[in-house]
């Protein structure tokens, strides 16, 4: 089976400007969730969606927001971008919801620049 | 926010040592989760250890649990260059979501 895939992997935008980061998940896998990963936060939850409903949304501003779509793919976007959200932007899918009592599938993430 | 503190921050060992990372958190948990991250790339998946679990062994890995004291501890046994990475604990507290540590930098030098 193919792996988590995450695309682009790596992306520079400029202040003020908006990214869309795009996740495809295991085959089979209906869980998905994302992190990011900065050198001063470490790791932190975003939010995970689950049969296209958000199932959990972490401590993020509401310029954070994401979607996923019927075959389980999916995105997020991050608008009005600030120089705090350059970060590795990771995807996770998982077989069924509640990400802590499935064992989590990493992409290989998504570093975003921001200048 | 950081629910586990992984000690130490860095561990440099030769070949073939034992290392020990531990884990300690600070509210009850259903599960803990250790992770292992080369480089900047994504995360693997190690073992899950539940809370009425006290051990589990996984291949040169061996995890343990204490619920009574709030923390876990990862051994690597045998190391080898390729275990070179970050090693991350992540807990769950009863929410779908993990709780990362800010990680522990394993070297292991040939």
């Known amino acids: 089976k193919a792996g988590v895939t995450q695309t682009p992997r790596y992306l520079i935008k400029t202040r003020g400007q908006q990214v869309t980061l795009s996740c495809s998940p295991i085959s089979g896998h209906r869980s998905v969730s994302w992190y990011q990963q900065t050198p001063g936060q470490g790791l932190q939850f975003l939010f995970e969606?689950?049969?296209?409903?958000?199932?959990n949304k972490g401590n993020f501003p509401g310029r954070f927001s994401g979607r996923q779509f019927s075959n389980s793919r999916s995105e997020m976007n991050v608008s009005t971008l600030e120089l705090g959200d350059s970060a590795l932007y990771l995807c996770?899918?998982?077989?069924?919801?509640?990400?802590?009592?499935?064992?989590?599938?990493f992409g290989p993430g998504t570093r975003l620049t921001v200048l | 926010s950081q629910q586990g503190e992984e000690d130490p921050q860095a561990l440099s060992i030769q070949e073939g040592e034992n290392a020990t990372m531990n884990c300690s958190y600070k509210t009850s948990i259903n599960n803990l989760q250790w992770y292992r991250q080369n480089s900047g790339r994504g995360l693997v998946h190690l073992i899950l250890?539940?809370?009425?679990?006290r051990e589990k062994h996984s291949g040169r890995l061996r995890v343990t649990l204490d619920t009574s004291k709030k923390s876990s501890s990862l051994l690597i046994t045998a190391s080898r260059a390729a275990d070179t990475a970050s090693y991350f604990c992540?807990?769950?507290?009863?929410?779908?979501?993990?709780?990362f540590g800010k990680g522990t930098m394993l070297l292991v030098s040939p």
């Open positions: 250890i539940r809370s009425n679990e």
């Open positions: 996770a899918s998982s077989l069924g919801s509640g990400s802590a009592y499935n064992e989590q599938f």
């Open positions: 969606y689950f049969s296209e409903t958000q199932r």
């Open positions: 992540a807990t769950n507290s009863g929410y779908s979501t993990l709780t």
